[in-house]
């Protein structure tokens, strides 16, 4: 009975080390961004070459409200004294790649369209994740780019592939704007389903191809499968043939 304690104890302590590891385990993915009317930049092949990056979970608050609340008496004292403010006029986001079709994908595009009150401004972005209330998890950082006015073309946009420890999930982006000359984010929007009025449904590379190479796995077992039934199936026949010119008297 005591040797029976021992072993649940074991379990369960390996269970809850499993369960903080999971919590806090980094994710790996790789971005690229550009201002949307700069057609000299490829996005897709400078992801590529961009370098992954880790991120780890944040201390923010899951629903992002926290982060907004914390900020806004902050944004509004400094941005008064430059008679500045800022918002993000709009904002999209669009999926790219689902390689197996299951509707999950692991590459996406998030677009966005800051705006200032007057003059310009040099600014740049935080973007987030968070799948299903999971804590916020920053995945990139956007260079410094300049806004003007209500412009409308100084959006910019960012091309992230989700490469591993990504789950398949529901999915919200939250995206930061801290400008050059303020302390503290200038604005922000959150994105998800009451924003788009659509579901963001991600998931990493190395899901999004697994599912392929088991669909073609269990194809090639099932093919076998069917031959593995020819056989018999001929050798049934044969059989039968067998029996029944056995049966046949002889005159």
């Known amino acids: ?14 269970g809850f080390s499993t369960l903080a590891y999971a919590q806090t ?28 990056v880790e991120s780890f979970a944040s201390e923010q608050d899951s629903s992002g409200e926290a982060l907004v609340e ?18 993000i006029y709009d904002a999209d986001v669009s999926l790219l790649s689902d390689l197996d079709y299951d509707g999950y994908h692991h590459a996406f595009n998030v677009w966005f ?27 990139y950082s956007t260079d410094l780019f300049s806004i003007n006015g209500d412009d409308y073309s100084d959006a910019y946009e960012v091309t992230t592939e989700l490469i591993d420890n990504y ?6 982006i939250l995206i930061e704007i801290y400008s050059l000359n303020h302390v503290g984010m200038v604005t922000s929007a959150l994105l998800d389903y009451n924003y788009l009025g659509r579901a963001v449904l991600l998931e990493d590379l190395g899901r999004d191809e697994s599912d392929i190479y088991y669909y073609e796995e269990y194809t090639y077992y099932h093919g076998g499968v069917g031959s593995f039934s020819m056989i018999w199936l001929l050798l049934i026949f044969q059989v039968v043939i067998a029996v029944r010119g056995a049966r046949v008297k002889p005159r």
């Open 25 to 52: 385990e980094s994710q790996l993915s790789r971005s690229a961004g550009k201002l949307v009317e700069d057609s000299s930049i490829d996005l897709e092949s400078k992801v590529k070459l961009s370098e992954p």
């Open 167 to 172: 789950q398949q999930g529901h999915y919200r």
């Open 1 to 14: 009975m005591q040797l029976f304690k021992r072993i649940i104890a074991i379990f369960l302590i390996l």
């Open 70 to 87: 914390q900020d806004t008496q902050q944004k509004s004292e400094i941005s008064n004294r430059d008679d500045q403010y800022f918002s």
């Open 113 to 139: 369209d800051v705006d200032v009150s007057y003059e310009s401004a040099t600014v740049y972005a935080k973007l987030y994740l968070s799948r299903d209330g999971e804590p916020w998890r920053q995945y």
